[in-house]
């Protein structure tokens, strides 16, 4: 997906340890969101961010946390990873065309 | 009810079928209306974007805003195995700068 890499692709991590992923976008958009994807559920919005230092909870926040201390970058952290958080979590941006989203990286907590 | 409401299928046609996809939803605020496509273990890549009711038309694929029924679709003509994937619809009341609520996603296959 141009202009926006998700880091790591894949991670295995057990319960209790804490996990960051990585977003990075190469399109100076404002707006980033982090999403996961779960069978059942769909996408499911868990932070968002309208620009350096600004950011705001989604509808499945807790156990996560977000930071953003540049444009092109947009972090979010499991404090204490735990099995339910097991699922795919998506990065996207936004502009007037739309959002576009990363490749996605999928996350077992063991 | 859930805000936005998507038969998860999975749907299976023959090539060069016709082939419809809707949700319905229950705000009354949502005015922005977005079809995603999404391949397997990929992200999901925009597809159509409308604003309010009405029809917009792109190659084979329409879709269409009924405000007044809170319903959305989108057709696919001449359908294509490359058109299997699974199909997310996603709406927004602000212009697509603030959070977009997603459908489940319909799971499409064109059979060749």
């Known amino acids: 997906d141009a202009g926006i890499t998700q880091s790591p692709r894949h991670k295995v991590t057990e319960t209790g340890t804490p996990v960051t992923l990585r977003c990075h976008q190469t399109?100076?958009?404002?707006?980033m969101y982090w999403y996961r994807q779960d069978p059942g559920h769909g996408l499911r919005l868990i932070h968002y961010?309208?620009?350096?230092?600004?950011?705001d909870k989604g509808e499945v926040s807790d156990g996560y946390s977000v930071s953003r201390s540049k444009t092109e970058d947009f972090l979010l952290t499991l404090e204490s990873a735990t099995s339910s958080q097991t699922s795919v979590y998506f990065c996207a941006t936004y502009d007037a065309g739309g959002y576009t989203f990363g490749s996605g990286t999928r996350l077992t907590v063991v | 009810q859930k805000e936005v409401e998507q038969d998860p299928g999975p749907l299976s046609v023959p090539e060069g079928a016709i082939v419809s996809l809707n949700c319905t939803y229950s705000?009354?605020?949502?005015?922005?209306f977005m079809w995603y496509r999404q391949y397997s273990r990929k992200g999901p890549e925009l597809l159509m974007y409308?604003?309010?009711?009405g029809n917009k038309e792109d190659g084979r694929f329409t879709a269409q805003v009924d405000k007044s029924s809170k319903y959305i679709s989108l057709f696919i003509r001449d359908s294509q195995p490359s058109d299997s994937a699974t199909y997310l619809c996603?709406?927004?009341?602000?212009?697509?700068?603030?959070?977009?609520?997603f459908g489940k996603g319909t799971k499409l296959t064109v059979n060749p």
């Open positions: 705000n009354s605020a949502f005015q922005y």
């Open positions: 961010s309208y620009g350096v230092k600004d950011t």
């Open positions: 409308t604003y309010s009711s």
């Open positions: 399109e100076n958009h404002r707006y």
């Open positions: 996603a709406m927004s009341d602000k212009g697509g700068s603030e959070k977009l609520v």
